[in-house]
């Protein structure tokens, strides 16, 4: 028969010990497959905790990655919105000078429309002389009052303000009438004996000729209404001076 041979066990000696002098040395005996789990454990731990280590490495990484990106983002965001912002406020701008512009126009011209409206106003104002020469005078004040011109050869009657005549007339006593309204509630009227040089709806300025003084003609029947009423010329002429 062949002898059998006995498969000898491997043991693993732990020394302890310790630099004082008297110190005791402690021995453990580890089987060899127990140290080997050991060693297999501690690899496992080791490499657990290096490579979690590594992943939070890895997160940490990203998310510094990803806030770096996010910062770059927001500042290309706020770049865009400051250059958007500096066009609105030069749009403002332009805007708000056009705005001034236009309002100062407005006001020009409704200052000159306000003065064209005086101006016309105060042309349609019967005040002016109705003779562009001198002569003499008596005023009728009783019923409808008149001022009665004497004038003397080659001066005309004309026209006090401006306005639109109105009517061309035959008078029994002075021989013909123009009447002209002034659009602002008063009617001029001249009664002469000459030939009228005006005919109904001609626009009149202050000035224009209405009768040409002759030795036949030489009064003049000078009347003025407001608001339909006879009123005496006088009153009209006198704020002239």
């Known amino acids: 028969m062949k002898e059998r041979k006995h498969k000898r066990k491997l043991n693993h000696v732990l020394i302890l010990t310790s630099d004082a002098a008297d110190a005791n040395v402690k021995q453990f005996r580890i089987r060899a497959w127990l140290a080997e789990v050991i060693v297999i454990m501690l690899c496992i731990l080791i490499g657990g905790v290096i490579g979690y280590f590594i992943?939070?490495?890895?997160?940490?990484?990203?998310?510094?990655?990803?806030?770096?990106?996010?910062?770059?983002?927001?500042?290309?965001?706020n770049k865009t919105l400051a250059e958007q912002n500096s066009k609105l406020e030069a749009k403002v701008t332009?805007?708000?000078?056009?705005?001034?512009?236009?309002?100062?126009?407005?006001?020009?011209?409704?200052?000159s429309e306000n003065e064209l409206s005086a101006t016309l106003e105060k042309q349609s104002l019967p005040t002016e002389?109705?003779?562009?020469?001198?002569?003499?005078?008596?005023?009728?004040?009783?019923?409808?009052?008149?001022?009665?011109?004497?004038a003397s050869v080659g001066t005309t009657v004309v026209a006090a303000a401006s306005g639109t005549v109105m009517a061309v007339n035959d008078d029994e006593t002075y021989g013909h009438s123009v009447w002209v309204d002034h659009g602002n509630g008063?009617?001029?009227?001249?009664?002469?004996?000459?030939?009228?040089?005006?005919?109904?709806?001609?626009?009149?300025?202050?000035?224009?000729?209405?009768?040409?003084?002759g030795e036949d003609n030489a009064d003049l029947g000078y009347q003025m209404q407001k608001d339909g009423s006879y009123i005496n010329p006088m009153d009209m002429l006198a704020i002239s001076g």
């Open 129 to 150: 002389f109705p003779l562009t020469g001198s002569a003499s005078m008596e005023e009728v004040t009783e019923g409808e009052p008149m001022c009665i011109f004497h």
């Open 186 to 213: 008063y009617i001029t009227i001249y009664r002469n004996k000459g030939d009228a040089t005006v005919a109904v709806g001609d626009s009149v300025v202050q000035g224009t000729t209405l009768f040409v003084i």
């Open 55 to 77: 992943y939070e490495g890895q997160l940490w990484e990203n998310a510094g990655r990803r806030s770096h990106e996010q910062v770059v983002a927001l500042e290309e965001e």
């Open 94 to 111: 332009e805007q708000a000078e056009e705005i001034q512009i236009l309002s100062d126009t407005v006001s020009q011209k409704v200052q």
